[in-house]
């Protein structure tokens, strides 16, 4: 009888009249037959007891770590693996110089998708990894049980399962199969495994249909659970942004749709959440500013800056309006490395042909710096060293095109001026992972490819993003846009606003069988590099097909 359950809830049942009513001893022989026979009529509280700390700890697996046996930077973790499909794309440029060791493999999408490169594994581990821990959960709330039991909070619970194996399930196929709308419905997907079980038969690889059939079937009935468990938006509440809640299911609803070219799913999940989140970050919380100015710092305004990370809704989750999904004070993280270069870690920088496509009028482009380059600039690192003795210190001169979009030299809860460079905290900052504009985009190109209104989608986006004082951008005045056509108009709002977010560019490049291009780069260090779409698909990693004798890989 299986008993994996017993560790998450050993606890719980010794110190409650749980363990009495199911009269058994020792602790450790309890079963899962068992304890599905006490949830059968088990009220809210036992429920919670039971299932909490398995049920509760979901969401976690979305931003979880440890996908690599080495710990590489990297891909060990979800931001990581994120970051690193920006850095094989047009729009981000990687470094002053060019990078070297994994990082330069990544930029020059050398041993990405490879079955035997150490790069590749993680993603498949990710993947599982949140469906193994999300069936073990559907394991023992099964629909019988919940026939026999009315509680909102199995039901809950159910769904969260439902909606993390969805989501790690939309992980895999957006990775290891081409797009399902640019040949590859047909082509072999994933094993689909619903069960958890290191004893379970191996299973062949499902078409890519099937596995987004799936994806589309667990997260309709997540969202039915929901709705019989009350579970709504909950948005407003102190750690909202952290709930899997029902504007998180219509999220990857919209998603699947989306890649599957169903496109009134895709705009009717859309309109859900808009109308629950219609506000979009104002000027004043989405560019960065810094707040030592000639008046208040003559000397050092800008060799040592304060850009502070709670003046930012990217870097503050409360300040931030569009959040769906995010986590809190996240310090020193693979993501906060990259993108915030103040930590001195990583230099993303914009590419110059999307730089130049920016309108004016247009706030997003003053988190970039223009072609020259300028200086000098110490970081909050050597500021010790820099007030000792200044001659000490050798200020950096910035590379041109680079991006402040998560500028931050004075963390959440960091010192200004303090002579500790620790006491900075430039890398304790918040993350969002979802937001709504990246719906407002999903919905707009839904529309575009299905001859909707994507104009007045679009139109609410601009207007949001127009500088205050000048005239109100749209899709008929938008500079970069001119001559574009509506697609084309809705895929460059994408790579403007989602820019270096949670790799998105790659994702949205496979779908609509855009290449990796860098010709024409003034700033890129390899303006010479493509990179195919047919690529951009991972072969199915060696460990996989060593254990797996049904696995067919991928060309």
């Not at 969401?59 to 499909?85: E, H, R, T």
Request: net charge negative.
């Amino acid at each position: 009888m299986k008993r994996y359950l017993i560790a998450l809830s050993l606890v719980g049942l010794v110190t409650t009249s749980c363990y009495e009513k199911l009269n058994i001893t020792p602790p450790n022989s309890i079963t899962n037959e068992q304890v599905l026979k006490l949830l059968e009529t088990a009220d809210d509280k036992t429920i919670v007891t039971i299932m909490g700390a398995m049920a509760d700890a979901l969401p976690g697996q979305i931003n979880g770590g440890g996908y690599d046996q080495w710990g590489n930077q990297y891909v060990s973790n979800f931001a990581g693996q994120l970051c690193c499909k920006d850095f094989t794309g047009n729009d981000v440029v990687v470094g002053k110089e060019p990078p070297t060791g994994d990082l330069g493999n990544f930029y020059a999408g050398l041993g990405v998708r490879e079955y035997t490169s150490g790069m590749n594994y993680p993603y498949w581990k990710r993947g599982y990894t949140m469906i193994g821990a999300a069936n073990k959960v559907t394991d023992l709330l099964t629909d019988e049980l919940l026939a026999k039991n009315s509680s909102k909070m199995l039901r809950e619970y159910k769904g969260r399962a439902l909606l993390i194996r969805a989501f790690g399930y939309n992980y895999l196929i957006e990775n290891y199969q081409d797009s399902y709308l640019q040949g590859g419905k047909d082509k072999p997907g994933v094993p689909i495994y619903v069960h958890f079980s290191n004893s379970q038969p191996l299973v062949a690889r499902s078409s890519v249909k099937v596995v987004y059939d799936s994806i589309i079937k667990w997260t309709k009935t997540a969202i039915s659970l929901y709705e019989e468990a009350g579970v709504g938006y909950t948005k407003g509440d102190a750690d909202a942004w952290r709930d899997i809640d029902m504007g998180v299911a219509k999220y990857i609803l919209a998603r699947a749709a989306l890649n599957m070219g169903d496109y009134v799913t895709t705009i009717a999940a859309c309109n859900d959440i808009l109308a629950e989140y219609p506000t979009l970050i104002a000027e004043e919380d989405y560019v960065a500013r810094n707040l030592q100015t000639p008046a208040t710092n003559p000397v050092n305004w800008k060799i040592v800056p304060e850009y502070r990370a709670e003046n930012l809704a990217l870097l503050k989750l409360d300040k931030n309006p569009e959040v769906l999904l995010g986590w809190e004070n996240t310090k020193y993280g693979t993501f906060g490395a990259q993108v915030n270069w103040f930590n001195f870690y990583g230099e993303m920088r914009i590419d110059d042909r999307l730089y130049k496509q920016i309108d004016p009028r247009d706030f997003r482009r003053d988190n970039f710096l223009d072609a020259t380059e300028y200086g000098p600039f110490v970081s909050p690192t050597y500021y010790k060293s820099y007030v000792e003795d200044p001659s000490l210190v050798q200020p950096a001169m910035l590379a041109s095109y680079l991006n402040f979009k998560w500028a931050s030299t004075v963390g959440i809860n960091g010192t200004y001026g303090s002579l500790e460079a620790d006491q900075w905290r430039s890398g304790a900052t918040d993350v969002c992972f979802i937001r709504t504009s990246e719906v407002l985009l999903m919905k707009a190109e839904a529309e575009a490819q299905s001859g909707g209104d994507w104009k007045t989608t679009l139109n609410k986006l601009l207007a949001a993003r127009t500088k205050s004082g000048k005239t109100v951008m749209t899709c008929d005045n938008y500079a970069g846009s001119l001559g574009k056509s509506p697609l084309e108009q809705v895929q460059l709002q994408w790579r403007i606003e989602m820019w270096g977010e949670v790799g998105i560019e790659w994702y949205n490049n496979r779908r609509w069988n855009l290449p990796v291009n860098r010709q024409g780069s003034t700033i890129h260090h390899n303006p010479a590099m493509t990179y195919s779409v047919a690529s951009m698909t991972l072969q199915i990693p060696e460990q996989e097909i060593n254990t797996n004798n049904l696995i067919v890989q991928n060309p």
